[in-house]
């Protein structure tokens, strides 16, 4: 039997099992969600920039790539956003308005930074079947998708 821990001001017992009705696993429909939420807070956050330092016509552009800066906006900056809150928050902002974490499958911590990187580069191999791997949280048990299955991970809810 898998056993999480959870903070103290989260539930009173510092640890809960799978079987525990306070373990909750978060569903499809509220992590995509969670993705819609963090979506508009990247373009938001993105598409300034890449106006500032392209103009206009970076959004006319054919061309995929428009330089080295578009690469670290469009690329680098959620790759790396991305795994730094899921280390330090267990969260994306998303996933904080929503009242779920990602924790470690085993222990119910934070997940670390190679599960944390891992899940991120899962993500394509949950995406690349026509998206088959993201559905799987809408079938699977602990709602996994199959980047938290190899990742070990899975999606809880925080009440706050």
């Known amino acids: ?14 640890e809960i099992t799978d079987t525990d009705p306070r ?13 819609v939420i963090d979506s508009i807070i990247l ?21 995929s790539v428009q330089g080295f ?14 795994i ?5 928050k267990s969260a994306t902002p998303g996933k904080i308005l929503l009242q779920a ?5 085993k ?3 934070k997940p670390t930074v190679k599960q944390s ?3 991120y580069f899962a993500y394509y191999v949950s995406l690349i079947p026509l998206g088959l791997g993201f559905f799987w949280i809408a079938w699977d048990d602990k709602k996994q998708g199959w980047h938290d299955k190899i990742a070990g991970t899975i999606v809880i809810r925080c009440h706050q």
């Open 23 to 35: 373990l909750q696993y978060v569903g499809f429909w509220l992590r995509f969600g969670a993705s």
């Open 1 to 14: 039997m898998i056993k999480h821990k959870v903070s103290e001001s989260e539930i009173t017992d510092s």
């Open 84 to 88: 730094l809150f899921w280390i330090y």
């Open 69 to 82: 800066s578009d690469v670290m906006i469009t690329y680098a900056f959620p790759i790396i956003a991305t």
């Open 117 to 119: 990187v891992i899940r």
């Open 101 to 105: 974490k990602i924790v470690d499958e």
């Open 107 to 109: 222990t119910g911590d």
């Open 43 to 63: 373009i938001m956050f993105t598409y300034p920039f890449l106006f500032l330092i392209y103009g206009g016509q970076y959004f006319d552009s054919a061309k």
